[in-house]
């Protein structure tokens, strides 16, 4: 019998009054779901080898912004949740994990920038600076909103989702900028913003700029990501895999 491979998830920086590393349980449940076991790391510098080595499959998750130093940016006044050591933690992370091509890599929003800034690239510092209003990325009171991405035909994402266009969930207000070496821009709302990235270098890296994790409990495709993960961390090539149930046709 196989064993289920663990898969490492990155947890948001100290915070409250007790210091708690904290996680949204979401990103728990899908991975249990997805067949994986889920272990929380928490953001703390340190170990990274030894935190590698232990795990088969590594999830950068969501949370605040990072640091502008990091990128050469500068601070603006929609920057929130910026926690230092996470920032350090995780772009060391994210470096020693893309030297380990059989550890495949799910960035998540946050992480996805995380991914672009630890490989040279970076941000935009807020979107309706740049991109206008057009597309709403956050609430105007923080909470999550749905619009559509459109995916790239030939990319690896577009492979594991079945489809060249999503509906997605989002929770974020800066962007990828100039990309870091290896990624290549796989996906965008309409207005641009890019929406995924996958490495060009590593046999499974790939970044997201939604929260699948949100709607992955009731939608297919959104849990055929973790899947793919998953799969990979098993030792299974997730082309293998039956695609998501909206997405299969009959013969």
Request: contains cysteine; glycine residues 10%.
């Amino acid at each position: 019998m196989r064993c289920r491979p663990l898969i490492g998830i990155s947890s948001y920086g100290r915070a409250g009054k007790r210091r708690s590393f904290s996680l949204p349980c979401e990103y728990v449940d899908v991975v249990r779901l997805a067949g994986g076991v889920p272990v929380v790391i928490p953001a703390v510098e340190g170990e990274i080898p030894e935190v590698l080595d232990a795990i088969s499959g590594l999830i950068l998750s969501g949370g605040g912004d990072i640091d502008p130093t990091h990128y050469g940016g500068s601070p603006h006044d929609a920057n929130y949740g910026i926690a230092r050591e996470r920032d350090r933690f995780e772009l060391a992370l994210a470096r020693v994990a893309m030297q380990r091509p059989d550890l495949p890599l799910l960035c998540i929003c946050r992480g996805m920038q995380v991914l672009n800034v630890a490989l040279g690239g970076d941000l935009v510092a807020h979107i309706p600076d740049h991109f206008g209003d057009e597309v709403p990325h956050r609430h105007p009171e923080r909470r999550s909103v749905e619009h559509a991405v459109r995916i790239a035909s030939d990319s690896r994402v577009a492979g594991i989702f079945g489809a060249t266009t999503l509906a997605v969930r989002s929770w974020h207000h800066q962007a990828v900028g100039r990309l870091g070496t290896g990624l290549r821009a796989v996906a965008w709302s309409l207005d641009g913003v890019v929406e995924a990235v996958e490495s060009e270098e590593h046999p499974f890296a790939l970044g997201v700029q939604w929260h699948p994790e949100t709607g992955a409990l009731r939608d297919a495709h959104q849990l055929h990501l973790f899947e793919a993960l998953i799969a990979t961390a098993s030792g299974v090539d997730e082309r293998d895999l039956s695609p998501p149930r909206e997405a299969r046709t009959s013969s």
